[in-house]
């Protein structure tokens, strides 16, 4: 599922057990677009929510985090991050992360 979140809404997802990917992303980023479609695309054939965090309304959040490239997804598994991905990719590739970092 596709949940727009916030600092809070992101701190309790750190708090809790399990995984779940975070896009950050900016409403004005063409490739952030291009990557929103594939994650509307995937997100009900995957297990995992994905919340997205817009640098520009979280920029505290963004800078904890080192976001200096949008988007970037962090795969995160028990609030711990795992793996990190910038840029824009297809299905095809999204799909492959999640199978190799998130199982």
């Known amino acids: 599922m596709l949940i727009h979140a916030d600092e809070n809404a992101f701190n309790k997802v750190l708090a809790a057990k399990g995984t779940v990917i975070v896009d950050f992303f900016a409403t004005w980023c063409g490739p952030c677009k291009m990557l929103g479609a594939v994650l509307d695309k995937v997100a009900p054939e995957i297990s995992y929510d994905i919340l997205k965090i817009d640098i520009d309304e979280n920029a505290k959040l963004a ?18 991050v795992i ?14 992360l999640v199978e190799a970092h998130m199982k």
């Open 83 to 96: 793996h990190r991905e910038s840029g824009f990719f297809s299905k095809d590739k999204f799909m492959a």
């Open 63 to 80: 800078d904890e985090y080192e976001v200096m490239v949008v988007p970037t997804l962090l795969f995160i598994k028990d609030g711990e």
